[in-house]
């Protein structure tokens, strides 16, 4: 994967990376097609495709081959190799306690927002001053719910470059710019495309489920749109 504030462009190999672990999360149920019924997702788009990245706690096999990937991943694509790993609330948080535990990095874990009792924490852990960060997410849409976790470390002391999360739907806009001006860039496993091309080469969904989530692909705010989301 290439480094670049932003959203990190990935390699060939990168995205055979990407489709076998878009395979893990189609077989255990994690990805769900609903063309006809659409989701509504966090940040206010309609879609008719949604991963459930939290059902992969309760697997073990894939769980294990699916933060391998990733830290195969960023072993290769971090230039600056982080002195702690942070999960942001609350699918976040497994996945930095996996990567932090093969990096063998320590961990934090950022609140949504301080606590509002005690020490008011929004982070939690212990990390000195000018630490560098990787924040870990489950998954990104249009990368704005990152802001406020990297906003909080950074406000903290912390020095934050780059994001990492299993999933991106890399459809909708502003993910790229988003990341940019934040100053931080987005390394991701997989994506819908990647999930098209496993689901398709398994035979795992009906040719109908494929052909509306293409059309999905093809204008993802007309679809949105169309559909009831912002």
């Given at each position: 994967m290439v480094k670049n504030q932003g959203i990190a462009v990935r390699t060939s190999e990168q995205k055979e990376a990407g489709q076998e672990a878009a395979k893990y999360l189609i077989d255990i149920k994690a990805v769900n097609f609903r063309p006809n019924e659409p989701y509504k997702l966090t940040a206010g788009w309609a879609s008719p495709v949604y991963v459930d990245c939290r059902k992969v706690i309760a697997f073990l096999e894939e769980r294990r081959a699916i933060i391998q990937l990733g830290v195969d991943m960023l072993n290769r694509d971090i230039a600056e190799e982080p002195d702690f790993v942070a999960g942001g609330e609350t699918a976040g948080i497994p996945y930095a306690a996996w990567i932090s535990e093969a990096l063998s990095r320590p961990m934090l874990y950022v609140r949504k927002k301080p606590k509002g009792f005690g020490r008011n924490a929004q982070i939690e852990g212990v990390m000195p001053e000018g630490s560098h960060v990787l924040l870990v997410e489950d998954l990104a849409t249009d990368g704005g719910s990152k802001i406020n976790f990297i906003s909080a470390l950074r406000?903290?002391?912390?020095?934050?470059?780059?994001?990492?999360?299993?999933?991106?739907?890399?459809?909708?806009?502003?993910?790229?710019?988003?990341?940019?001006?934040?100053?931080?860039?987005?390394?991701?496993?997989?994506?819908?495309?990647?999930?098209?091309a496993a689901a398709e080469a398994g035979g795992y969904f009906t040719p109908d489920d494929i052909s509306g989530v293409r059309a999905f692909l093809a204008d993802p705010t007309g679809w949105s749109k169309s559909h009831g989301g912002r």
């Open positions: 406000e903290s002391g912390a020095t934050v470059s780059d994001v990492f999360v299993v999933f991106f739907y890399g459809a909708f806009p502003g993910a790229s710019d988003t990341m940019a001006n934040a100053g931080v860039t987005l390394h991701y496993l997989c994506d819908w495309w990647d999930v098209i």
